[in-house]
């Protein structure tokens, strides 16, 4: 079975700096997609970045990025330029990509970021 | 487009009582699944349906759980009779079909979640 750790259950950044936060996982799969949600207070879950295991090329979308290293099995997430409403918690998430039952995330158990003014 | 729908935003009932939680989807969307927030176990899958079929619902804890799906916009999840124990955060999410290509399903669209107190 897949599993995700998330290590750090806490973390904090200045306003204007870059924080990383990091995501570990075990599958024996070798096709798969990594995501990275945002849940701010309100409780949304936000989506901020997605990665396909077969893409050797980090994602990146605008101020967030990632660094997949598919053979250390990890996927961390990089916030620069961070603003105050980049405080939340973050949660990583996999899923498998063979297309059949197992559509379901699988998720870490979070990371709550704070950033300090 | 109005996202996922979730209601209602806010549950509190007794020990015992029936609840009923319900999700519409995101039109088009033929995927859905209901997850369970807490404290203590995080965000876990209670049950997944695809075109109205429920796919894996292994996550689901007990014969107090059941879920429905009876056409493409409408799903509901019914804990009776509910427990303390049953409080959290209930999440729906969606997701779209195969044929927009491989990326089409990658996101799942969540909620905004139900909070269900058990007194």
């Known amino acids: 079975a897949q599993t995700v750790t998330q290590s750090q259950p806490e973390m904090s950044v200045q306003e204007a700096e870059t924080v990383t936060l990091s995501c570990t996982y075990d599958t024996s799969e070798s096709d798969y997609y990594l995501f990275w949600y945002k849940q701010p207070p309100s409780r949304q879950m936000i989506l901020v970045i997605r990665q396909e295991a077969y893409k050797q090329q980090n994602a990146t979308e605008n101020r967030f990025s990632v660094n997949f290293q598919k053979a250390a099995k990890s996927f961390s997430l990089k916030i620069s330029d961070s603003q105050l409403g980049d405080a939340a918690m973050y949660f990583c998430a996999y899923r498998s990509a063979d297309g059949g039952a197992t559509n379901k995330l699988i998720f870490g158990t979070g990371t709550l970021l704070a950033v300090q003014p | 487009d109005a996202g996922v729908i979730q209601s209602p935003r806010h549950e509190v009932t007794e020990m015992g009582q029936e609840v009923t939680l319900r999700c519409k989807p995101i039109?088009?969307?033929?995927?859905l699944f209901w997850y369970r927030q807490t404290m203590m176990r995080g965000l876990e899958l209670l049950i997944y349906?695809?075109?109205?079929?429920?796919?894996?619902d292994s996550g689901m804890p007990e014969d107090r759980f059941s879920a429905k799906m009876p056409n493409a916009s409408f799903s509901t999840l019914k804990i009776q009779p509910s427990e303390p124990r049953d409080s959290a955060v209930y999440f729906c999410?969606?997701?779209?079909?195969f044929g927009g290509g491989p990326e089409s399903r990658n996101e799942q669209f969540f909620g905004p979640g139900t909070r269900l107190t058990v007194l």
């Open positions: 999410a969606s997701s779209a079909p």
């Open positions: 039109s088009g969307h033929n995927s």
């Open positions: 349906f695809n075109n109205n079929v429920p796919i894996d």
